[in-house]
C-alpha cells in the first residue's frame, strides 16, 4: 500500500469513528508495524507474487501478508482492453497485476521513490508499454477517466515520518478523502472502484466516505488475522 498524498490541507479536521480505547489499540498496534516494517526494509527486498517479479526498496511498501486479498481481486476484476488506475500504487504490484490481464494502465504515487520502483518493476516484467507511472498527489497529474480505479490506501490517520510510514498512514485521512469527493469525475459511467481497508484503521470513516460519495459497495476479498488475541479484518470492496 502506498499514501497519495502526505496530508488534508483544506478539509475539515478527522474525528474517527472509534472508541478511545480502539484508537488506542490501533495506535500501539501501529507503532509495532512501523518498527517491525523498518527492520526489515533496511535494504531492497525481492518479491515473487502472482506470476511477477517484484524489487521494492526501503522507502516502499513491501509486499505484506494480506496483499493477496487485493491482488486476486485485481486480477478477476480487470477485463482486457480496461483502462486502469492504480492510485498510490507503491512498488507498481497492482497496476502490474492489471497490465498483465491486458489493460491500459496508469499508475500514480507521491512518494518519488515508489515511483522510480514502479517503473523499474514495469521494465522487469516486460510490461512497459501498458503501464505509465507519474508522481501525483491524488489526482493532481490525472485527467482521464477510466474503466476501473484500484486504490490501496494507508489504513491509518497519524502523520507519516518517512516515506515508508506514508504508505501506512495519511493524515487526518486527508488523501482518502479527497480522493472519494474526486474518484467519480474520473469514472467511466459503468466504471467501477476496488478499495482495500481494515479494520486496523477506522473502517467506519470509510465506509462513511462511500455512502456520502453514493457508492454500491461489494466485498469480495475478505480476510482475517489475529495478533495479540485480537482479530483484524481486511477488505477488499468493489465500489460502483
Not at 507503532?31 to 535494504?43: D, F, L, N, P, V
Not at 473502517?203 to 469480495?220: C, D, T
Request: aromatic residues 10%; without cysteine.
Amino acid at each position: 500500500m502506498s499514501n497519495a498524498s502526505p496530508s488534508g490541507q483544506g478539509l475539515p479536521p478527522f474525528v474517527p469513528t472509534l472508541a478511545e480505547d480502539e484508537v488506542e489499540w490501533i495506535r500501539s498496534w501501529h507503532e509495532r508495524a512501523y518498527r517491525e516494517g523498518r527492520a526489515e526494509a533496511i535494504s531492497a527486498q525481492s518479491f515473487d507474487y502472482l506470476g511477477l517479479r517484484l524489487l521494492v526498496p526501503p522507502e516502499v511498501m513491501p509486499i505484506a501478508r494480506v496483499s493477496n486479498n487485493l491482488g486476486e481481486a485485481v486480477m478477476a476484476e480487470v477485463r482486457k482492453g480496461d483502462t486502469v488506475l492504480d492510485m498510490g500504487t507503491g512498488s507498481g504490484v497492482n497496476a502490474l497485476l492489471a497490465a498483465s490481464k491486458g489493460a491500459r494502465v496508469v499508475a500514480v504515487d507521491i512518494n518519488p521513490h515508489a515511483v522510480a520502483a514502479a517503473r523499474d518493476n514495469a521494465e522487469r516484467n516486460h510490461l512497459t508499454h501498458f503501464v505509465e507511472v507519474r508522481l501525483s498527489d491524488v489526482f493532481s497529474a490525472v485527467g482521464e477517466r477510466f474503466d476501473l480505479i484500484i486504490f490501496d490506501p494507508p489504513y491509518r490517520w497519524f502523520a507519516p515520518r518517512d516515506w515508508f510510514e506514508s504508505a501506512m498512514t495519511d493524515e487526518n485521512y486527508g488523501a482518502l478523502t479527497r480522493f472519494f469527493r474526486q474518484a467519480r469525475e474520473h469514472l467511466r459511467p459503468e466504471g467501477r472502484m476496488l478499495v482495500s481497508f481494515g479494520t486496523s484503521g477506522d473502517i467506519g470513516y470509510l465506509r462513511q466516505l462511500i455512502v456520502e460519495e453514493a457508492f454500491n459497495e461489494q466485498v469480495v476479498a475478505r480476510v482475517e488475522l489475529v495478533r495479540d488475541d485480537k482479530s483484524v479484518e481486511y477488505f477488499t470492496f468493489l465500489l460502483s
